[in-house]
């Protein structure tokens, strides 16, 4: 069967400080790959997305960036926090339109709580 | 532009009791309508997947219908227990593109 890790489950960090957010899937190749924000009462926000290695799309210009250096990771990082980065992030998976089913499966990781001080 | 509303954006009801959450949607082409819940603090978790031929689909005490000549599905709790207390959310695929339209949830309070 299918996981999808996501790691730390929250972090507290200084204005300025780099970032790294960490999403693993297992049980599955090729998959597509999504960064997510969540910020209160609102909708989910797509930040960045991911059809393989190093095809990624950035949705919203921001002060974050992604990466995918293998099949099943994907990363969410920036070199500066600003106070505005803070919020819950989230990683998920779905299978590829190439396997035929199209974007049916959507599995969300555990989350990521970020609160930049 | 692709859009989905739920109504109510929150509800408290009595242990045991029934409630309905409603979700209308913009979003075309459409592909498949999905109802998560999620939990305080932990990533949404899938509850009912519905594809354009479907109108309704049970999971448990959880039972969603999909109106898709409307654009409206609804997602019917049963015998609700302290448990469900969570935010459920409406999310609609549409079939030409990745990226997925969410609605900004119902928070649902059960109380004893």
């Known amino acids: 069967s299918q996981t999808i890790h996501q790691w730390p489950a929250t972090l507290v960090q200084p204005v300025g400080s780099p970032l790294s957010l960490e999403c693993t899937v297992e049980?599955?190749?090729?998959?597509?790959l999504y960064w997510y924000r969540q910020a209160a009462g609102r909708g989910l926000q797509l930040l960045f997305y991911s059809i393989g290695i190093d095809q990624i799309s950035s949705e919203v210009p921001q002060n974050l960036s992604a990466s995918r250096p293998q099949d099943r990771q994907f990363i969410l990082s920036s070199k500066k926090l600003l106070l505005s980065d803070s919020g819950f992030y989230l990683c998920?998976?779905?299978?590829?339109?190439?396997?035929?089913?199209?974007?049916?499966?959507?599995?969300f990781g555990s989350g990521t709580r970020l609160t930049v001080v | 532009k692709n859009q989905v509303e739920q109504s109510p954006q929150s509800l408290i009801i009595l242990e045991g009791k029934n409630c309905t959450l409603q979700?209308?949607?913009?979003?075309?082409?459409?592909?498949?309508l999905r109802w998560y819940k999620q939990d305080t603090g932990r990533g949404p978790v899938s509850l009912t997947i519905?594809?354009?031929?479907?109108n309704t689909k049970s999971n448990g005490r959880y039972t969603a219908t999909l109106d898709a000549d409307t654009k409206q599905s609804s997602l019917h709790i049963t015998a609700s227990q302290l448990s469900d207390s969570a935010s459920y959310i409406c999310?609609?695929?549409?079939?030409?593109?990745?990226?997925?339209?969410f609605g900004a949830g119902t928070t649902v309070t059960v109380r004893a």
């Open positions: 999310v609609v695929s549409p079939s030409n593109d990745y990226k997925l339209s």
């Open positions: 519905m594809t354009f031929s479907e």
């Open positions: 998920a998976w779905s299978v590829s339109r190439g396997q035929g089913i199209g974007n049916y499966g959507y599995t």
């Open positions: 979700c209308n949607y913009t979003v075309s082409p459409f592909s498949n």
């Open positions: 049980g599955t190749s090729n998959p597509n």
